[in-house]
């Protein structure tokens, strides 16, 4: 058995337990930061760890490219790869082939697409996304999913959502054949990767209800909301993400994909969500926006020239420990590598602290306490936009 | 009495020892990374004390343009405003000022300026030179002088000597007369800065030594030899090395200004040099070209792109500790972020166990030992071009 959740404590919808893996257990609920080609832009492994980072996310499709799965496989997988002996989670490539909008193709076997880096042509099956997963050896893995556009007709939305199912089936067939051949198998007692269903239906209720239905008949240890945080408006998730979770499951875990701000996460949980991910920490401090108990800061603002004050004074990180908003001012005015490198430190931080509040919170059954002090979430400024990406390295 | 310079053992020409600043001690011969506007690029300050940086190089140019120089008086000098409370030492902003040959005019009162910014004109005088290193704050500061180009006339280089003369005595006048200004002065017990005179001469023996003698009849605590590593053959360099060291004072540090390759510093060493400054370690690191104990490594090349070893076996430095050579060349090729993070962290690493290593041995009297265990230093595949120059952020 290589994988196994338990639920530790309960408030409402909201959950908090942990979950095992091959390479470590995960306290819930968890948020993810994005690794996209196997490292956290400019965060080296040995500050994650010291952030509390437990789990990381990859990307299947960048990892395909550049190194290549082949090579991840002949080093071990990601966790040995990048030096990073702890859970890790691929998607299944889907999300970013699919907004590759102009370089794509898609048909019933599989999605014909370009790289981004050099325009050469590739072809993304269920059969050879999971196998692109197995060689590279996350700890969870993703059923390859079509990821609707937003928006989308009725019957535009149920094809794809139906497609999503047969591709949910064909990757659950092709793993439960290859999942031995994961690089890690032998060395850890035989334990295997851990495949996550996807649910879809795009933004109409009754067909989240039977996207999930038919993927939990397809019987996954685990399920992810996807499709969602694309464009639409906040209220329209939180509904889309109510009639999925609705239909799954209670002991298995529930994990919204690229989600959200931090008011907007703690929202999700509150929902029932268990695992989230999102660029939105580590991107947005490389554009010197940072997420502080005071509310966003843009820090390129000359406001902060002279401010000898910390970023946040709530904050126990070692940057906040350790600069003035000054000098991080001046770093960012600078252009130097140092900004992008101390601003992420800080936002996942941030990050980090909310989830380990709210898992505290959910322990103590003070969640909804927790939660009322929190700015209502339609209200942050980023969640009209999509938070959804990799974190493609020209950004 | 804020500064004083103690030797502790010799071994021929070399020295090894320490001095004494308001922001701390500084065991000599000593390497100074560059931390052009007030950043080692891309290298939080925890990570620069566990590597052991004793003292820091900042340039005068770049934090007289930005964050400007009253800004960072305002908030207690360089050390506070970088959060670095160590010894850190400021050229005198003529080197850089000099770099921009098209945007600068040089006359006896002093050199009218571009920003390389924003094309804004500046002065720099030797008066207005030493305001803004009072202003910065740094421990130690260097004279205003001028760097002369190469190659140059006897003429030319005599006629810059002397005014580099005469800009060392109005240097001195203003320091004299200005230094309780500087920011921590009352914070300090009354502590001021250290000044520094520097000898020109270009690659003329006798020039040299002209400008040794009458530099050191303006009497400084300590003296630097400037105008070297600038494009000329190497033995060039140490003979003029040699021809200034000389005529300085046995009991006084010499600051070799912008060297070198890691062969090098260890030769100068050996000429009788206490301190050095280079961007070499940190830029090359940028552009992937990291320092072993197994020669030099440009980690993009494709021959480690499956190499599970450590960049350096017989380094002890945390990148060395965890990553593989297939990890570091994979950030490299894919641009990321950590890549430059990481190979920075190396390089530094080795220049600072390198000099580790150099004062042992003098200590223990096996630095001759040590020393033809070293390459010879023209050997080395740097040395024909010009170390010189600050961090500027394009770069």
Redesign the interface.
Known sequence: MSFRFEIEAREDKARSGRFFTPHGEVQTPVFMPVGT??????????VLEELGVQILLNNTYHLYL??GVE?VR??GGVQK???WDHPILTDSGGFQVFSLSDLRKVTEEGVMFRSHLDGSSHFFSPESAMAAQIGLGADIIMAFDECTEHPAEYARTQASMEMTLRWAARSKKYFEEHKHEVPWFAERNRETQTLFGIVQGGMFPDLRRESAQRTVELDFPGYAIGGLSVGEPRPMTYEMVDNAIRFLPDDKPRYLMGVGTPEEIVHYVAQGVDMMDCVLPTRAARHGLLFTSEGRISIKNVRF??D?GPLDPACGC?VCA???R??LR??Y??????A???NTVHNLAYYLDTMRKVRQAIQLREFARFLSGFRPPHLAPESAHSQRGSEF?EI
Chains 1, 2 share one sequence.
């Open positions: 080609v196997a490292s956290v832009k400019g965060v080296p492994q040995d550049r190194p090579m002949k080093l790869f990048m030096a020239a002279a000898e070692k350790r600069y003035s000054a000098y001046h770093l005015a600078s252009n130097e590598l140092l992008q490198v101390l390295p």
